[in-house]
């Protein structure tokens, strides 16, 4: 039979929901992006420690998700946009304490975080469009790296975590690695001192 697509929230993602909740909100609050103080400046420190986390995982996520999701590119045309050269995003700082990636359970958590992001740009392009005018080829596209798609692939993520086996010790590993995947993001962050 072939798979089809539930319209109820999956187990899997209501434990990845409640598992994260603290540790999401305690990012969202000391992300900058509405600070008074928070300048194009500003915008390319947090663009550049973006980089040096994403670059990393994205090699370690490799094998278990679609090229098409794939961000670093996009990263790297921003930073060329806020002025930097390619030489100076080679030495960049990258981040060695990640999320353990071992198995398709510990990807998915991995994944619902990075993709979670991916659609909460979309309020933050708007809010950087308006406060630092910075658009997709002036810096900021990686906060619409999807562009119309973005729906799509939030979806097509959803329909993964729910055609996951479902087993307790899958589901653990999953909002394990996803909890993982934020505090790892939040420490790589505040090292590099563009946090709140």
Do not use: N
Request: negative net charge.
């Amino acid at each position: 039979m072939p798979a089809t697509v539930s319209h109820h929230t999956s187990p899997l993602l209501l434990a990845l929901r409640q598992g994260t909740h603290t540790c999401h909100k305690r990012l969202e609050a000391r992300l900058p992006f509405f600070s008074a103080d928070f300048d194009r400046a500003a915008y390319r420190r947090l663009m550049q420690a973006y980089f040096g986390f994403h670059a990393p995982l994205e090699a370690l996520l490799g094998a278990y998700q679609e090229c098409e999701r794939v961000k670093t590119p996009t990263l790297v045309a921003d930073l060329l946009a806020l002025a930097m050269t390619r030489a100076e995003i080679d030495t960049l700082p990258l981040c060695q304490a990640l999320p353990q990636i071992s198995d398709q359970a510990s990807a998915l958590g991995v994944m619902y975080v990075v993709e979670g992001s991916t659609l909460g740009g979309q309020v933050l392009k708007r809010a950087m469009s308006e406060r630092l005018a910075l658009g997709a080829d002036s810096g900021a596209g990686f906060l619409d790296v999807y562009g119309p798609l973005t729906g799509a692939r939030w979806r097509s993520l959803l329909e993964r975590l729910e055609q996951a086996p479902s087993g307790a010790e899958d589901q653990t590993r999953t909002v394990q690695a996803a909890i993982a995947t934020f505090e790892c993001f939040e420490q790589w962050l505040a090292q590099q001192g563009v946090l709140r």
